[in-house]
């Protein structure tokens, strides 16, 4: 079946203003409403998780419905099921017998209420050749812009799935200087709640305030969604043991992240884990989209991180009457310790064993959903492109509150160091073994990153040069760009890095956006794009940049063409 785009903007509320249609249809009935919209995931050939919450006092059990016609006179999977305030009147569901590779409508009932109409898809045949596009996603700050991301990825005329690789919310609050508030108090998208998350009452109301957004609500509603976390559906920079935003007296770490994580798998389309199964542990999973691809889903922050390196902390040493002095050689030694870990040894052990079983059912290409850059990036060396002269008058020329910082940045990028330690090239022997697994599984890796705020383009290599895959890094959704802390240009930072950077092709801090990936069994090609603004409505979209490459025999992987 085949769903039009006409019927489908219809259906899932995507008109003008996107503030029409069911999702303002999801009235009150009583003391029962659906005001945080519907979504899909984790869809298999004959299976596909439903979602819903429903807004409610007491227990309330409701009615669910898949369909192959808008019409829902074609009901092909249905059910019950109940939800209370245990689970934060949330419901999930498996909608099982359906077909592969076809389209589907869905909706839930209670009593003389109906939800919003949502679409989903089916995983396609294992024969299957067709061509797969994936919208690819990350770190979307409700208070620094409207969702218009989201809204561009509603309407997109083909859509598969859309991957979403994390920072789906933030645990800021709406203090002054809180991350994103210049902009969240002109647009009055304030924090809910106010404060800095701690409770599983924090994170569920932040939760639902995300998915109270029209725009968010249409993307989900479009296609099933492939979900993982990052770190601020927690804290900042969360590593096994703790974050650096959960500070002494804060929160206990372990009662603050089970909060997190209980909302998350409670608010999210994400299949839970089977009984023994820990909820970090259920987030690395695979699906296989016919010969077009395999995706792999790895969890790169709470399974097994090693705490990360701080050059403040780890790069220093004391120094004559106490005063800090650089340490590269004791830095690289920290660095390289093989016992730095980011996946750990069962979740590696399960992607070398997931992507043969891939390559050897003839899936073209291995698609890594990953959080963080994988790439290999040092630094940006201003200094050896910028005459001293100029770049003391560039630094003078900023406010005087982040001078020195940026003159600390600068000299410490001097010194042939990675750009970031929270990303891949903090724990560089775990990238090694990865490398090592997808090459013995003659894979064709496409690894798909988020977390930087930032599109990239990379061409993959080990550390004596080699190559082993691309990785295309997608900007956020509206989280801001990271190159104002070097005091550089957007557009100049970028092309420095991609200057000085064997393995980078692209680095765009500009935009904010997603990526449109399509598949094939011969070519894989990413189209990266912006949208002109977060901060009004309308707004327009444009390819930024597209890049493809070709299958090129057993576990080859063609060189990165732009165009």
Same mark, same amino acid.
């Given at each position: 079946?085949?769903?039009?785009?006409?019927?489908?903007?219809?259906?899932?509320?995507?008109?003008?203003?996107?503030?029409?249609?069911?999702?303002?249809?999801?009235?009150? $009935?009583?003391?029962?409403?659906?005001?945080?919209?519907?979504?899909?995931?984790?869809?298999?050939?004959?299976?596909?998780?439903?979602?819903?919450?429903?807004?409610?006092?007491?227990?309330?059990?409701?009615?669910?419905?898949?369909? =192959?016609?808008?019409?829902?006179?074609?009901?092909?999977?249905?059910?019950? $099921?109940?939800?209370?305030?245990?689970?934060?009147?949330?419901?999930?569901?498996?909608?099982?017998?359906?077909?592969?590779?076809?389209?589907?409508?869905?909706?839930?009932?209670?009593?003389?209420?109906?939800?919003?109409?949502?679409?989903?898809?089916?995983?396609?045949?294992?024969?299957? *050749?067709?061509?797969?596009?994936?919208?690819?996603?990350?770190?979307?700050?409700?208070?620094?812009?409207?969702?218009?991301?989201?809204?561009?990825?509603?309407?997109?005329?083909?859509?598969?799935?859309?991957?979403?690789?994390?920072?789906?919310?933030?645990?800021?609050?709406?203090?002054?200087?809180?991350? #994103?508030?210049?902009?969240?108090?002109?647009?009055?998208?304030?924090?809910?709640?106010? +404060?800095?998350?701690?409770?599983?009452?924090?994170?569920?109301?932040?939760?639902?305030?995300?998915?109270?957004?029209?725009?968010?609500?249409?993307?989900?509603?479009? $296609?099933?969604?492939?979900?993982?976390?990052?770190?601020?559906?927690?804290?900042?920079?969360?590593?096994?043991?703790?974050? =650096?935003?959960?500070?002494? #007296?804060?929160?206990?770490?372990?009662?603050?992240?089970?909060?997190?994580?209980?909302?998350?798998?409670?608010?999210?389309?994400?299949?839970?884990?089977?009984?023994?199964?820990?909820?970090?542990?259920?987030? +690395?999973?695979?699906?296989?989209?016919?010969?077009?691809?395999?995706?792999?889903?790895?969890?790169?922050?709470?399974?097994?991180?090693?705490?990360?390196?701080?050059?403040? =902390?780890?790069?220093?040493?004391?120094?004559?009457?106490?005063?800090?002095?650089?340490?590269?050689?004791?830095?690289?030694?920290?660095?390289?310790?093989?016992?730095?870990?980011?996946?750990?040894?069962?979740?590696?052990?399960?992607?070398?064993?997931?992507?043969?079983?891939?390559?050897?059912?003839?899936?073209?290409?291995?698609?890594?959903?990953?959080?963080?850059?994988?790439?290999?990036?040092?630094?940006?060396?201003?200094?050896?492109?910028?005459?001293?002269?100029?770049?003391? /008058?560039?630094?003078?020329?900023?406010?005087?509150?982040?001078?020195?910082?940026?003159?600390?940045?600068?000299?410490?990028?001097?010194?042939?160091?990675?750009?970031?330690?929270?990303?891949?090239? &903090?724990?560089?022997?775990?990238?090694?073994?990865?490398?090592?697994?997808?090459?013995? $599984?003659?894979?064709?890796?496409?690894?798909?990153? &988020?977390?930087? +705020?930032?599109?990239?383009?990379?061409?993959?290599?080990?550390?004596?040069?080699?190559?082993?895959?691309?990785?295309?890094?997608?900007?956020?959704?509206?989280?801001?760009?990271?190159? #104002?802390?070097?005091?550089?240009?957007?557009?100049?930072?970028?092309?420095?890095?991609?200057?000085?950077?064997?393995?980078?092709?692209?680095?765009?801090?500009?935009?904010?956006?997603? *990526?449109?990936?399509?598949?094939?069994?011969?070519?894989?090609?990413?189209?990266?794009?912006?949208?002109?603004?977060?901060?009004?409505?309308?707004?327009?979209?444009?390819?930024? /940049?597209?890049?493809?490459?070709?299958? =090129?025999?057993?576990?080859?992987? #063609?060189?990165?063409?732009?165009?």
């Amino acid at each position: 079946m085949t769903l039009d785009r006409r019927s489908l903007l219809g259906l899932i509320g995507a008109g003008a203003g996107v503030v029409a249609g069911p999702v303002a249809a999801a009235s009150v $009935a009583g003391e029962v409403a659906f005001r945080h919209g519907v979504a899909s995931g984790d869809p298999d050939q004959a299976s596909v998780l439903l979602w819903t919450r429903v807004t409610a006092t007491d227990s309330v059990e409701l009615r669910w419905e898949v369909a =192959e016609d808008e019409a829902f006179q074609r009901i092909v999977s249905q059910g019950r $099921a109940t939800t209370d305030a245990s689970r934060d009147h949330t419901v999930k569901v498996v909608a099982e017998g359906l077909k592969p590779g076809q389209d589907y409508v869905y909706r839930f009932v209670v009593g003389e209420l109906v939800s919003p109409t949502g679409r989903t898809r089916t995983l396609p045949e294992a024969s299957s *050749i067709d061509a797969v596009v994936l919208a690819v996603a990350s770190c979307s700050l409700h208070p620094n812009g409207l969702f218009n991301v989201y809204d561009a990825i509603a309407r997109l005329e083909r859509l598969d799935a859309v991957l979403h690789l994390g920072d789906y919310i933030y645990e800021y609050g709406a203090g002054q200087n809180d991350y #994103g508030m210049a902009n969240g108090r002109i647009l009055n998208r304030i924090p809910e709640p106010a +404060h800095e998350i701690l409770t599983l009452a924090d994170y569920r109301l932040r939760h639902a305030q995300y998915k109270s957004d029209a725009d968010l609500q249409a993307a989900h509603a479009r $296609a099933p969604w492939i979900v993982v976390y990052d770190d601020h559906e927690t804290a900042n920079d969360a590593y096994d043991g703790g974050a =650096e935003n959960n500070q002494a #007296g804060e929160a206990d770490w372990a009662t603050r992240k089970a909060a997190g994580l209980k909302a998350y798998f409670e608010w999210m389309p994400i299949r839970d884990p089977a009984p023994g199964v820990g909820l970090e542990a259920a987030t +690395h999973r695979s699906f296989r989209f016919g010969r077009s691809a395999s995706l792999h889903m790895v969890e790169t922050r709470l399974l097994a991180r090693t705490k990360q390196l701080e050059y403040a =902390e780890d790069f220093y040493v004391a120094g004559p009457n106490g005063t800090p002095v650089p340490d590269r050689d004791g830095f690289l030694a920290k660095l390289n310790d093989p016992d730095r870990r980011l996946l750990g040894d069962a979740q590696l052990a399960w992607i070398a064993q997931d992507t043969r079983a891939a390559v050897e059912a003839g899936c073209a290409w291995q698609i890594i959903g990953n959080q963080v850059v994988m790439a290999r990036v040092k630094g940006p060396d201003i200094g050896a492109l910028v005459p001293k002269e100029t770049l003391d /008058a560039m630094v003078a020329s900023l406010p005087e509150a982040i001078q020195g910082r940026v003159r600390q940045i600068i000299a410490l990028f001097g010194q042939n160091v990675p750009f970031n330690l929270d990303a891949w090239d &903090g724990y560089p022997a775990e990238r090694e073994r990865l490398y090592a697994a997808l090459k013995a $599984a003659k894979a064709r890796p496409i690894v798909l990153a &988020g977390d930087s +705020h930032t599109f990239w383009v990379d061409q993959l290599k080990t550390a004596t040069g080699e190559k082993i895959g691309v990785e295309f890094g997608t900007t956020g959704v509206t989280s801001p760009s990271p190159a #104002g802390y070097l005091g550089l240009p957007e557009v100049q930072l970028g092309q420095l890095i991609a200057a000085q950077n064997d393995e980078v092709e692209l680095v765009d801090f500009g935009p904010r956006g997603f *990526i449109a990936l399509t598949l094939t069994p011969e070519t894989a090609k990413a189209d990266l794009i912006g949208v002109s603004t977060i901060a009004a409505k309308p707004y327009s979209t444009t390819v930024v /940049a597209s890049y493809s490459v070709r299958a =090129e025999g057993i576990g080859v992987i #063609g060189d990165l063409v732009r165009g």
